[in-house]
């Protein structure tokens, strides 16, 4: 496995970098895995264009402290274009249409072609609603920046209207997904209902606002040892989270959520934090798909019919080794991609990708998680959350993200005077 794509140029106009001789490499995405990508061909003899939608990275596991008001959506994210600057790579704004692997060309909603003679497709997955009625329309995600903070403006937003006209009772946030993400956010929910409510909005009775989480399976973080999953689930309703396990919805109306047994749950915000799949867009490039669209790669991480073209991250699955679709995995897989990529130009032989298990991790509340450490202890409780905070603020991109992460988590966790909810600019 040495084929070695030849350098062909790009037409005039198309990139800053036109007369450079160097193999063009396009990273497509931001996110874990292209940074890691990018990050990774700092020292390879190659120019290297980073693309994105938007001009900044988001640091997603952290997106649910933005949907309940303790961060502010710039303190977990990070200028795109500056960390293109900062590893030698050009940056370019848009949102990729079209993947045309013939002629090595990358088209985008905004400007000149790309061509390229090595591509990285690193660029995530979107929110995947299982055919289920009414979910796209009347649920609210949490997988990107502009969801998150929809997720708070509908929050507080109806807060302060049944604070104002009276309606609190039977007031119901239904969390969809008893994964990571969702027992993070039904956790929180619950503790700043607890919290929060008694100072922030003293006309309402906390007693009078339900937060409901729904999953499927018979226990919460199905993926976890199963005392973590024990202490997970005692620690919810502990906060008055009810639980509905072996649920599955059949349906979300705009003020309810219908279960597959006939039960209906009022719900006046249904959270939506279950389930990925890749973008619609992604049929038309001619790559071989597999379970929830995902690009199947060899274990390389190339294409078998385009061996070219590299996935890292959740938008490519390992035909014989699927990886869960979280942070270490693209971080891992966007390293390995741009390794792979340097030893392909050097005329090297491409080598099978090993994923790392360092464990997952989850939070409940205030001195509450759990951490699942490979090869090491399960831990619960304080120790467990410290451990969180220490992972999540270390893996942060720039000290003034990791200074803001750290006060905002700190204020809302720490600090005597619990009852107040941050909510900054936009």
Known sequence: MTADPSSRDEPAGTSITDADPRPHVVVLGAGFAGLSAVRALRKAPVRVTLVDRHSYSTFQPLLYQVAT???????????????????????????????????????LDVGPDLHYDYLVVANGVTTNYFGVPGAAEHAFPIYTRGEALAVRDRMTGYLDHIAATGEARGAS????????????????LAEL??????????????????????????????PFAPRLREYAAQQLRARGVELRLEAAVKEVRPDSVLLADGTELPAQMT????????????KGWGLPQGRGGRIVVGGDLRVAEHPEILVAGDI????????????????????????????????????RFHYKDKGTMA??????????????????????????????????LGNRNRIMVSLGLAFRYLAQRRGVMVVGDD
């Open 316 to 351: 490519g699955v390992i035909e014989d080794d699927a990886l869960p679709q979280l942070a270490q995995p693209a971080l891992q897989t966007g390293r390995h991609a741009g390794r792979t990529i340097a030893r392909l130009v050097a005329g090297e032989p491409t080598e």
């Open 69 to 107: 008001g303790a961060l502010n959506p710039g303190d977990i994210t990070y200028g795109a274009r500056g960390f293109a600057a900062h590893t030698g790579a050009f940056f370019r704004k848009g949102e990729v249409t079209t993947v045309d692997p013939e002629t090595r060309t990358v088209s």
């Open 193 to 222: 209902r607890n919290t929060v409510l008694p100072s922030r909005y003293p006309e309402l009775d906390p007693s009078e606002v339900h937060v409901v989480l729904v999953e499927m399976t018979d226990e919460v973080l199905p």
């Open 271 to 282: 959270v939506w934090a279950t389930g990925v799949a890749a973008h619609e867009r992604v």
């Open 363 to 396: 939070t409940i509340g205030r001195l509450s998680a759990v951490a699942d450490i490979a090869h090491g202890p399960k831990l619960v409780g304080v120790l467990a959350w410290l451990t969180w905070m220490f992972v999540h603020i270390f893996a942060l």
């Open 173 to 188: 946030v239904v969390v969809v997904g008893g994964g990571a993400t969702g027992v993070e956010m039904a956790g929180t």
